[in-house]
């Protein structure tokens, strides 16, 4: 019984509401016909005449939420979805300025990105979605936006504050991000935003999907999908239908819990146990092999989960310090290296390593990927080049002397530490 | 340059070990490897020393590529602290583990084992298959 109470409260109120709406919306028709464009009477007719609501207001790492809603009947719907989490986005400009030809060499950086962003188009346009995808990588946002007639739902990351650096060859040879140039203006930052929002999703399908069903009379319905691995936090919803009318945005919490967690500057969210093991597993199987497990680990992380491959760049690199550290102590203790020579090659080294991670931010996934590819040839070549008859001779011989030596090191250490 | 090794004398390249060891760092502190497996190729083949000079000042020259590179990563943002907290104890753990192994398995094998998974991996990162 109580259940019917309920249910009939709340079809009164859906009922009472939407006469509410529509009777709003026949008001505020009567100036748009009259051919009065005035901000005033179109702004509030726009928050008031499209609604929505969602049939859950938390999920469990991720999960689908059904959205419905109303809108002014005979327009496309699109439904505009972004985490409030944020996250970097960056993307280095070096294409050839189509009408000067010269190159740019300007890196674009915003901590703003929302960390999931997606707008949800009319189910219609799903043809022309898959023209978008068919593409491939040179597939740009703001064109797909264009066609698929979305710019007007496109809200969320064009407020994303974007930083300019002009990166010149001196300032990279230095290793600094170069200098900051002026803030740019609202529509150059929306412009800059949308190759963002590639930067940071990559793919469209990441970005867009095409299931809203628009019913003539303007009541419309869309599947969300949060994929598991995304941000926790709130998630905001809001339906457009054109320029001037869209919803107030309504708010969806993603929850996640052990063994989940949320890597806050990748902007992803993993099983504990994944990068776990498969860290544990791939450093033995280096320690095995006689080389750093990075050179399996980093392209092994950028291809399983969705993590920037700056992070995992600049996270990997400190596992080993200590490990290194505890090697060069144990070899110090028996007076094993010669510091005149690994100080020498060291100080070019750091020198290296002071550019490195400033080109790390400069290139994309995909050249991350590529030049990653060519490494691990090398690197397969310098492995069956160490299995070669020729090399093992000499280096039986080499770790005969090698132990040779170190047992006498060991011995001189152990006589001064007794003395 | 002359070092001395434990009472032997070596004539060392300097330039060629400076150039290929500055190399190797901005490489591997691109992409976030250590440069050992480089390095040593660098410093046997390269500038002809033997390998019980090479495992200890190998080790101490890319310490220094380490800690700068950590050091950059941290400056540019690109350091997690949660997933370094994931991925370090597995590291460590890994240390202790592979040695108990090692005893077991001939080198040979696994450095053959490795060089076939790298070149697989390698063809998918460059997008073969």
């Known amino acids: 019984m109580r259940r019917f109470w309920y249910s009939l409260v709340v079809a009164l109120s859906a009922t009472a509401f939407m006469m509410i709406q529509s009777g709003i919306f026949a008001q505020h028709q009567l100036p748009g016909v009259q051919g009065s464009p005035g901000l005033e009477a179109q702004k509030p007719e726009g928050s008031a005449s499209v609604t ?20 002014p009947p005979g327009r496309p719907v699109y439904v505009e979805v972004w985490a409030e989490d944020q996250v970097r986005a960056s993307r280095f400009d070096s294409e050839p300025d189509k009408e000067t030809g010269k190159r740019p060499y300007v890196l674009y950086m915003t901590h703003q990105m929302p960390a999931m962003y997606r707008i949800l188009v009319p189910k219609e346009l799903q043809g022309k979605l898959d023209e978008v995808k068919k593409q491939g990588k040179g597939w740009s946002y703001s064109q797909a936006l264009k066609d698929l007639d979305a710019e007007a739902a496109y809200s969320a990351p064009a407020k994303a504050k974007i930083e300019r650096y002009q990166a010149t060859l001196m300032g990279s040879v230095v290793g600094s991000r170069g200098e900051l140039l002026p803030a740019m203006d609202e529509k150059e930052n929306r412009k800059r935003s949308m190759q963002l929002v590639k930067a940071r999703f990559r793919t469209p399908g990441k970005v867009f999907a095409a299931n809203v069903e628009v019913k003539p009379d303007g009541a419309f319905a869309a599947k969300l999908n949060i994929d598991s691995g995304s941000a926790p936090g709130n998630y905001r919803v809001r339906a457009v239908a054109g320029k001037d009318a869209s919803s107030e945005p309504v708010t969806i919490e993603n929850k996640i819990a052990f063994p989940y967690l949320y890597l806050s500057n990748a902007g992803t969210s993993l099983n504990f146990f994944g990068p776990f093991l498969l860290t544990l597993a791939i450093a033995i199987f280096g320690v095995l092999m006689g080389a750093g497990g990075g050179f399996i680990l980093n392209p092994l992380l950028v291809s399983i989960w969705p993590l920037p491959h700056t992070i995992v760049a600049g996270t990997v690199m400190p596992t080993v310090l200590f490990s290194q550290a ?57 492995m069956f080049w160490q299995t070669t008859s020729g090399y093992l001779a000499r280096n039986k011989k080499e770790q005969a002397i090698l132990r040779e030596f170190k047992k006498k090191a060991e011995e001189s250490a152990r006589r001064k530490a007794s003395k | 340059m002359v070092i001395e090794f434990w009472g032997v004398q070596f004539k060392v390249n300097v330039l060629l070990g400076c150039i290929g060891g500055f190399l190797i760092a901005v490489v591997s502190s691109m992409f976030g490897f250590g440069g050992g497996p480089f390095m040593v190729p ?19 020259a890319i310490f220094f590529n380490t800690l700068m590179g950590t050091a950059r990563h941290y400056q540019f943002g690109n350091f997690d602290l949660l997933f370094f907290l994931i991925m370090f104890p597995a590291a460590i753990l890994a240390g202790f583990i592979a040695p108990q192994i090692a005893k077991r398995v001939s080198p040979l094998v696994v450095k053959r084992i490795a060089a076939a998974g790298l070149l697989i991996l390698a063809g998918n990162l460059l997008g073969l298959y």
């Open chain 2, 42 to 60: 660098l410093m046997t083949v390269g500038l002809g020393l033997p390998m019980y000079v090479v495992v200890g000042s190998s080790l101490l």
């Open chain 1, 52 to 71: 929505l609501t969602l049939d859950k207001t938390s999920l469990n790492n991720g999960g689908t939420v059904a959205i419905t809603g109303t809108a």
């Open chain 1, 326 to 382: 505890s090697g060069i102590y144990n070899y110090s203790k028996i007076k094993f290296i010669s510091w005149k020579l690994g100080v020498t090659i060291g100080l070019a080294m750091v020198l290296g390593g002071f550019i490195g991670p400033k080109l790390t931010e400069l290139i994309t996934l995909d050249q991350f990927k590529f030049v990653f590819g060519w490494i691990l040839i090398i690197l397969a070549g310098l």
